[in-house]
Every structure is written in structure tokens, then in C-alpha cells.
């Protein structure tokens, strides 16, 4: 690829038989496809506008590494000239992104001349070579990581394990600022191409042509092809007339019947008719009539197939076209009733089923700036929100305008943008958050900050206003085992009621770890049995009071066990039911004394009430609203409740969230417009849904019917027969897609 013209008509002229594509990087999409990827990448501090990986935030030679991973196939070779700061920069998110995704095979340090007699500059570089994994990394490779040398450079933990792979002497030298900065001198008299030469052999790997999909018990090999880039992968096609499926770099010819073989070929015209009718309803500029034009082929086009083969969602053309990634798309087209039977044909068939996205660029007003930023960013970000009114000169009249609608959080720094400072953009929160949460602890954040810099003087009022009400010891329903009180006021309680022995205090204890988050009483044996307190008012003549009292504390109801022989004469231990109900009688009674004897001292109670309000007083729940959310690419035929826009928001932006609805509230189409939102917003890579074995199919069709161009994976018992169940663990890992949706007991059978 070369993005200049000259440069790329000048290389099709020097090389006519290769295929040059004279076009932004970004423009293409082959995702699987190529065996190797080498390259010269540009360098630069700033960001290449491609929707698919803008959440990452990469500069654009990092962002290079990242799109080329994910062009080639499993086990595919990524060999880039790329800056030094891929390998050592501060941060370490770019090469925490890509080994997870692939192996170092090998990394090697230029000296800062290798480039000086053609383009003019001294930086140190690095050819990195990289190894795309079938699945996952799991623990982290060293290369991620940075480390201190002596001269207090930091520098990749590579090239300090591997210094013969750096082709220069390490150095410092003076920047432009005067700084001293880590630089790579080239060794004088050295050969750089013989340098090179050896260093290249030091590369650890081994490259491994793409194998063939793997084939059914008893079939054939059959003649196979290079991919198709243009043919979606995991898909078939016809080539030269003839039926092919392609899988990774490869496409094969598979053994069908002829009735099979008719199946796929018509169910090939339907899929890439809904595919075309998709794009024209993604395209802004796409008419009506086109649209139109395009729903009656497919209306043709199904009446003929199901005219002469069925349903597609019968079980024999499930089994003939069930490996196509499109299969369930095509299911979708079907409105099925409860015994499997036609309904309708869907709303894609006569409706628009899909809303392009369109950026809003402009507004007028801060407040719709903000709902854009919250729906296009899902956060409060100052610097969209101004570029969306005009520019930065507005950032000052925004925060005035939204005064009391956003808050900065006082522990992110001073709103210093006047001063041209670095904290006035961070840590901004609609009031719905920020108002919400541990209140009190935030109020007591922002008082502090608020007496140097009375900027912050609307949070405090904010928060002041939103405090929980105070309760009093009535209100307060308090139980032995709660955390919030602290252990000295148990062993008071325990001294006090059970009357224990001063001379045996020092032995008996109430300890709590909260580590293990279990409470213990220490020295219990200690206690003679002729304490009435402890073996007759709270205690059994089998339990003792301060046992009963450390399963209260544990939330354990008192058992007792006896020892009995059976009739081999082994002994074994049963539930003894009445002196257990005994004790259970002595464990309330415990409990019933705590609750008296916790209240009654004033100085106690007051101190308690008013812990009580500090540490557990002291949550105001948040309330969610998903008005705001913009749905990309959803069915706009489909309009989804308040209650599920709501459970939506809830999801982005609460953490773990249960969607405790009643049946038919909804709940499978708030997940999925969850999970796409979820990877438009950068919050997820893909999501897995895991149902139960019955419910994949449906699920599927549910998932296409709210997002026809969804590209979801949806897993059929088959794939996870023990032959290929390690094959298709890799497709999930490696694939691009919006979700992956699996049974309850294929989910299990995945390894840890």
C-alpha cells in the first residue's frame, strides 16, 4: 500500500505484477488474509482517523501495528521499522495491546545513522517481528516492560537481556532543550549490513503455512485456492461457478450432495443480497427507490429458495450452510411462531431495518454538547465539547453554562485553563454521578480543596444538599457479625454479659481479620464449667456460650454433633437435634442480649449512631438515564422502552450490572444494544453471551433482528466436539467480532 500517487504509480510501473494499492492504510480491511506483513511505518505523535481502532488512542506507528496484526492470519508474520518509542515508551499500553495479540520473534536496535544518507535524520529505530497468535497471551512477556540502565535511560527490558541485538553502543546525548536523552551511536569501522545480517539470525521462529479448513469424518481433500480477500472469512463463494469456503488464507472446495450443493448456492444469492441492501441502508446518500429496488430482489430471490428448499431456519439447510459466518443473519429474515412455523418474512423485507451513523459536528448550545459527548464518548470530555461550539474558546463559557449539570472531581487538579495548565480537561462528571456514591467521603474531599481554591465551593453545596438524613439508634438495625462495628465493643459486650473472669481476660479474645473477613474468639477452652453464664444462662452443657457467640459472629447457626458407631464399628459424627435445638434456643438469646446491651449506655449509642451514619450512611445511589444514548446501526423500526434505555446506561457506565427483569420486559435486547454500545465506545473488544443450549439460535436472531449488520459468532454443538473444539476457541479469540454467542455447557467446556 502507498498512500502518495506518484510514489504509487512509480512502484506499479517497477513492479507490474504485484498488486499496489494506492490508498490510506485505513482504507482497507482484510482482516486474516495475509501471510506477511513488512513495512516502513510512518512515525508521528498524532492519530490516524479509522473508526475501528480511534478507541485505542494509538499514534499512528503504533496504530500501524495494531490494524496489521489483525490483517494477517493466525501465525501470520508482522515485520515493521517502527521508532524506538514502541518498545520504550513510558507507558506500556501499546505493547501490552499487541502481546496479547502475538509473539516477539525478535527485535533489533539501529544505530542513529542507519537512515542519515537518504533521509537526512539521526533517530534510533527498531525492526520489530511479530508472530500473530491463534489465541490469547496469558502471562506477560518481558518485552512489555521497561527498565532503568545505570546512565538512568529507560529502555525496553528486550535489548538489556539482548544487547547483541542493539547494533550501536548505547549512549546520551543533548537534545534541543538541553536535556540529556538515550540515543544509539553506531560503532566505529563496523559493517551495519554484516551487523545486521547476524542480528537477523538471532530472531527466534518458525514460519508455518496456513493450514486447510479441517475436514468431516470420511470426506476427501479437495483442491484448494488462495483466499479471496473481497470473500469474508469463514464464508462460501463461487469461483469459476464452483462452490468454495474459505477459512483463514485458504478457500476450499467442500464435498456436497447435489441437494446440498443447491442449498448453498441459493443461500449464497440470499446472503449477498441482504449484504448489498445493508450497505445501501448504510449509505447516507442511498435513495429510496434504490433501497426499495433492492428489498424486491430479495423478496424474489426468497420466495424462490424457500419455494424450493424450505424454510432457512429448517434443520437441512442448517446443516448445509450452517459454517457460513452469515448463516443466522439469513435465519433472521424468518419471524417464526412457537412451533417453528413461518410467521412472516421480516421488517427488511419492505422496511429501512438500519440508521446510518451520522457525526454530529456542530452545536449550538453546551448542553447538547454535552448530551454528544456523553453519547458519542460516554463521559463529560471538554475538549470534544468545545470543538463541537467552535473551538477552545468556549471551554470557559461551557463549564459556566453547565454549572451544577457537571462537576470536576476535586482530586483531579484545579481548573487551571486560563493558567494554560494540564488538569482543567480531567476529571469532569455529569451530576448524576458525581452527586451519587459515597457522599459524605466526597464532601469531606471537597471542603478541603474548596478553602484554597473556592472554584470548587458549588461542589461542596452540591453535595451538602444530596447528604443522607441522619438516623438514630430506632432506625439502625444492627446484628452480631457486622463489620462496621469494631471488635473492642463485642469483647465488651462479651466481659460484660458472660461475666468473664478478670484473671481469664488476658486469654479471651475477640479477633477479626479482615482478610478472611472471619471473626474468632480466642482462649474458649479456658473457661471452667462451672460458669453459669457461660454453660447455662448463654451456653449448653455441649456449647459454651463464647463458641455460640463466634458462630453468631460468623453468621453460623449452631450445630452439635455426637459420635455414633455403625454397625462395621467405625465411629462417625451426626447431628445431635436436641441439643443443636438447644443451642440455637442459646444463640437467640445471645443475640437478643447484643441488641439490648449495644443501645443501652449514652455515650455508646452516640458514638455508635453516629459511625454508623459516617461509614454506612453514606451511599446515594445513582440514577441512570439512557435518553442520551445514540444507537449506531440499531433497527430504527425497533424503539426501545425508558426502562430498558435506563438498564442500557446502567450497564455502560455501573460496573456489573443484574438485569433482574420479569419475563418479556426485554432483557436480551437490552444486553445486545449493551454490548454493541459497549465496543463503539471502547469499553469492550467483543462480548460473550452464554445462554442456555436452546437459546442460541434464538438469541442469534434476536441479536440481527435489533442489529442487521451486526457480525456476531454464534456456536453450534459441532464446533465443540473434541476435534476442533481447540480450532474454534482460536476463532473466537482471534476474530473481529461484535459478539459471540455460546451454550451454558460449550462455555464449560472452554479451559482456563
Known sequence: MELDSISGRIARLLYPRAHITVAGFE?????????????????????????????????????????????????????????????????????????????????????????????????????????????????????????ETPEGFMVNRYFIRHPEMVLGQSAAESTQYGKQDYTVAPIPGADLAQLLHEAVGHVQGRYAGAEPPELEDGAKPAATLPADPDVKNYSYALVGGQVYYRENSVMVRPELTASAEGRVRGMIALRDCVHG????????????????????????????????????????????????????????????????????????????????????????????????????????????????????????????DLSGVIFKNPGTGPFDFDEQGEHWDKGWQTADEYLSGNVRRKLRAAQVIAEQDPFFAKNVEALQAVQP????????????????????YIQQFMYEVFQTPARLRQYIRVLYCRQTAEWSITGKGTVPYNDVAAWTTYGTDQTSAYKILEDSLNLRDVRVYRTVKDPNGQERRVLDSKETTLASQKQQAVRNAFRDWLWRDPERRQALVQQYNEQMNCIRPREYDGSHITFSGINPAIQLRPHQLNAIARVLYGGNTLLAHEVGAGKTFEMVAAAMESKRLGLCQKSIFVVPNHLTEQTASEFLRLYPSANILVTTKKDFEKRSRKKFCARIATGDYDAVIIGQSQFEKIPM
Open 27 to 147: 482504507t482497507t480491511d482484510r482482516r486474516d488474509f495475509y501471510d506477511l506483513a513488512v513495512g516502513n511505518v510512518p512515525f508521528g505523535n498524532y492519530q490516524v482517523n479509522d473508526r475501528a481502532y480511534n478507541k485505542l488512542g494509538f499514534s499512528i506507528h503504533n496504530y500501524f501495528f495494531a490494524k496489521a496484526l489483525d490483517q494477517v492470519r493466525p501465525g501470520g508474520i508482522v515485520a515493521f521499522l517502527t521508532s524506538r518509542y514502541t518498545m520504550d515508551a513510558k507507558d506500556s499500553a501499546v505493547r501490552q495491546y499487541l502481546a496479547q495479540r502475538a509473539d516477539l520473534l525478535g527485535a533489533i536496535r539501529l544505530p542513529n545513522n542507519a537512515f542519515k544518507a537518504n533521509a537526512g535524520t539521526e533517530v534510533v529505530s527498531d525492526i520489530l517481528f511479530l508472530q500473530k497468535r491463534s489465541t490469547p497471551q496469558v502471562t506477560e512477556p518481558e518485552w512489555v516492560q521497561t527498565q
Open 277 to 400: 441492501l445493508i450497505a445501501f441502508q448504510m449509505d447516507e446518500h442511498s435513495t429510496d427507490a434504490a433501497i426499495q429496488a433492492k428489498q424486491q430482489e430479495l423478496g424474489r430471490l426468497y420466495d424462490a429458495f424457500s419455494a424450493r428448499y424450505g424454510l432457512i431456519n429448517d434443520r437441512a439447510n442448517r446443516q448445509a450452510f450452517d459454517k457460513d459466518s452469515a448463516y443466522y443473519l439469513l435465519c433472521s429474515l424468518e419471524i417464526l411462531d412457537d412451533d417453528g412455523n413461518l410467521k412472516r418474512k421480516a421488517d427488511m423485507f419492505t422496511k429501512r431495518t438500519i440508521q446510518s451513523h451520522r457525526a454530529v459536528t456542530h452545536v449550538d448550545t453546551a448542553a447538547e454538547a454535552l448530551a454528544v459527548s456523553i453519547g458519542e464518548r460516554a463521559r463529560v470530555d471538554l475538549e470534544f465539547m468545545a470543538s463541537l461550539m467552535g473551538g477552545r474558546e468556549h471551554i470557559p463559557q461551557i463549564v459556566s
Open 469 to 488: 438524613r441522619d438516623l438514630d439508634a430506632s432506625e439502625i438495625e444492627v446484628r452480631l457479625g457486622a463489620t462496621w462495628i469494631d471488635p473492642s
